[in-house]
Every structure is written in C-alpha cells, then in structure tokens.
C-alpha cells in the first residue's frame, strides 16, 4: 500500500511540476493575484496530497482533471469570501473596447475580468479553462464533467456575448 501511495503521491508532483504555469495563470486571473494564485495552488497541492496519502487512498482516474476541478472549486469558494478579491465595478454606459491597454498583462487581465463578469458563470469558467490553463475542449469537459457539445456551445456563446459586449453602444 505504501508503494502504491508513493506513485501517486509522485504522479501528483509530476503533474502539478508540469502543469503549474497553467493552474498558476488560471487561478491569478480567477482570484485576482499571482499571491493568492499561489497559496490556493498550494491548498489544492495539501488537500489532494492528504487525501492520496491517506489509508483508504482516493482513487483518481485523470488527476490532470482532478487537479483542474479542484482548483476551479477553490478559486470559485475564495472569491465568496467578501475581500478576497477585489471586485471591478462596470459602468454600463462604458465600452469596454475602448478601455486603455498599456500592454501590461495586470491591466489586460482587469479588462478581461469586467468583460468575464459579464456573462453566465458556466460560459466564463469554460473560456478560462480553455484560454487561461490551455486546456483543449475534451480536457474542459473532462474537468467540469460536461458533454463535449456543452463545452464548445459555451465557449462559443460566451465568446459571442463577450464580442457583444466590448462594442455595445452606450
């Protein structure tokens, strides 16, 4: 059994080694801050780590997509807590569009957030999991257990009403 929690506990280094530019990117953009990025990646790494290690063992089939949807639970449970993140008031008779970039990716992520804020939660958790964790359409329906259909259909309408958005007329 010890030998059986080694590799596990092992796979689940390797994956968080290779995908934590992904989780790391995805959870700043939902919490607001690389900071808070990083210690909900770690709660996510001390709760999975327990729960693998522990004698009854959690039994994983994609811990890529576990890892993915665990994460997405807890950036979703800090953003509940008031004052957690930081909240961007949308003035309704602003276009985003015309929102100043100066390049930097603080200022992008704020005006991809107010854009994100915009439209149903279901579209913009699959958008972020497609676009901010680099996850192709199969890897979001695995993560959020949906139907592959689901998952385009929502990426598709949440793009649709996001391009709506940023060049609705005030």
């Known amino acids: 059994m010890d030998k059986e929690n080694d590799i596990v506990l092992r796979e689940l280094a390797d994956v968080l080694k290779a995908e934590r530019k992904n989780l790391l990117r995805y959870a700043a953009c939902r919490l607001g801050s690389r900071e ?10 001390l709760r999975l780590h327990t729960r693998l290690s522990a004698p009854d063992g959690l039994q ?7 890892l993915f949807r665990t994460l997405s639970n807890v950036c979703a449970k800090g953003q509940s807590h008031a004052g957690r993140m930081p909240t961007v008031p949308l ?5 985003l569009a015309d929102v100043p970039s ?3 990716a603080e200022a992008d992520c704020v005006r991809i957030a107010r854009l994100l804020a915009e439209i149903p ?6 958008i972020r999991l497609r676009i901010y964790a ?5 890897e979001v329906a ?5 139907p592959l259909p689901t998952v385009k259909s929502r990426f598709r309408s949440g793009l649709e009403k996001i391009r ?7």
């Open 36 to 45: 808070d990025a990083e210690d909900a990646l770690q709660d996510v790494f």
């Open 60 to 66: 994983i089939r994609d811990l890529r997509s576990y």
């Open 91 to 95: 003035n309704p008779t602003m276009r």
């Open 102 to 104: 100066n390049n930097s």
């Open 121 to 126: 939660e279901e579209q913009s958790e699959v």
């Open 134 to 138: 680099d996850n192709s359409f199969a």
């Open 142 to 146: 695995e993560i959020l257990a949906l």
């Open 164 to 170: 709506r958005a940023m060049y609705r007329k005030p």
